[in-house]
Nanobody, 118 residues
């Protein structure tokens, strides 16, 4: 199983980006997917999470600006980021709780850089 994140880049303050993360390989079921971020010198933090039943959880700093969604096939998680601020600059990582024949566990993507700067 692999998670491949994409969509990062350089954007000006107030701009928008959409991150995508595709889960591929042999897995049986998706339980939930999420985005985390880690800024230089800081700990990794949860940005947004979504269960496959539709419940969501957001960091307080992104409420009203970011939206997480999962496609119908439950293989791809998106993060729509609007009104970006300099403090959103970080490496963004996706993760997914998936089940395989061996059981279920968390899988992580490789990270995608988001830089908000004028």
């Amino acid at each position: 199983v692999q998670l491949q994140a994409s969509g990062g880049g350089l954007v000006q303050p107030g701009g928008s980006l959409r991150l995508s993360c595709l889960a591929s390989g042999s897995f049986l079921r998706t339980y939930g997917m999420a985005w985390h971020r880690q800024a230089p010198g800081k700990r990794r933090e949860l940005v947004a999470a979504m269960s496959t039943t539709g419940s969501t959880n957001y960091a307080s700093s992104v409420i009203g600006r970011f939206t997480i969604s999962i496609n119908n096939a439950k293989t791809t998680v998106y993060l729509q980021m609007n009104n970006l601020k300099s403090e959103d600059t970080a490496v963004y990582y996706c993760n997914a709780l998936l089940s395989t024949a061996a059981g279920y566990r968390d899988y992580w993507g490789q990270g995608t850089q988001v830089t908000v700067s004028s």
